[in-house]
Each structure stands twice: as structure tokens, then as C-alpha cells.
């Protein structure tokens, strides 16, 4: 545990309906809330939200001054893990920016550290449920949904390169 406790939570939590992911990081710090960041992305999986929300949560407590503890909460602890798996993975380009984040914050304070705890949602441990729950209530409808499909942004992958 660290010697000094100027801590950071973050919660972060990513739900997916319509093809839409929403993924939401709250960042708390010295018992009060800090920031929210809602993201919002088409064609993505719930761990690739995750991982992206963790991420954002991440960046945002290591940009709070003095913060030398932080607890990243989520209720997909396996997903946070995928941070320090440097084998080669779907997911590797966040794994290496929180990689990169983390080593500066590590060089800042040899006493700096990080936790991730597990909060199952079942659970409705208050502050992992209202972010939750703000996930969840986001219903986005996409405006051109035949347009969503990995195989459309191929093709307008591939128009737009034979155009060039």
C-alpha cells in the first residue's frame, strides 16, 4: 500500500445496445467526483469499450495532481488484465497507452501504485451502480443502420483508397 494516500477512483463500466457502444469513466478524487467521460462508438466489443473506458479513466487520475494511489473499479476484472498481457492481442494499442501512461506515473514516485478491484454489477455497490446504471440509459439509435456493418466500412475503406 502507499505511504501517502492521495488516491484516485475511477469506475468505469460499458454497455452496448444497438450496435452502439457507450462506455462511461467517473474519476474521484479525495472523495469528491472529478470528471465523467461518456464515449459513444458503433462496431466495437464490450471488452474493446472497456479497456478504452479504463484507459480514459486512467489518463484522466494520472493528470490529478499529487495523486500517487489509484483504484480502478470495474465489473470485468478479466478485461483490465488484458492491460498487462503483452502478448499479441486484439487490443494491444490500449494496452500499450496505458503501458506508457502508467511507466510515466510509476517514474514520478517510486512509492506510486495502482489497484483494480472487482465489482460485479449484481452487487449495486452504489458508486459502480450508478455508472452502471448511466451506461444503460443511453439508447442511441444509429441514424443509417444498414451502414454499420464491418463489411460497409470495408467497402468504404476500399472506395476510398481506389478513389485516391
Keep these: 500500500m502507499c505511504n501517502d494516500l492521495h ?55 494520472i493528470s490529478i495532481s499529487n495523486t500517487n494511489y489509484i483504484v480502478v473499479i470495474t465489473d470485468s476484472l478479466h478485461t483490465a488484465m488484458k492491460i498487462f498481457d503483452f502478448s499479441l492481442h486484439l487490443f494491444q494499442i490500449h494496452s500499450t497507452a496505458v503501458s506508457c501512461e502508467l511507466r510515466d506515473f510509476f517514474k514520478r514516485d517510486s512509492n506510486n501504485c495502482i489497484d483494480f478491484w472487482d465489482c460485479p454489477s449484481k452487487e449495486k455497490w452504489l458508486l459502480h451502480f450508478l455508472v452502471d446504471k448511466d451506461t444503460r440509459s443511453f439508447n442511441i439509435s444509429p441514424i443509417l443502420s444498414c451502414k454499420l456493418s464491418w463489411d460497409f466500412c470495408n467497402k468504404q475503406n476500399c472506395n476510398s483508397t481506389i478513389a485516391q
Design 7 to 61: 488516491f484516485s477512483v475511477v469506475i468505469v463500466d460499458a454497455s452496448i445496445r444497438n450496435n452502439i457502444a457507450t462506455f462511461i469513466a467517473h474519476t474521484h478524487s479525495h472523495n469528491r467526483p472529478v470528471t465523467k467521460i461518456v464515449h459513444h462508438m458503433v462496431n466495437v466489443t464490450t471488452t474493446e469499450a472497456e479497456l478504452f473506458a479504463i484507459r480514459c479513466g486512467i489518463n484522466q487520475a
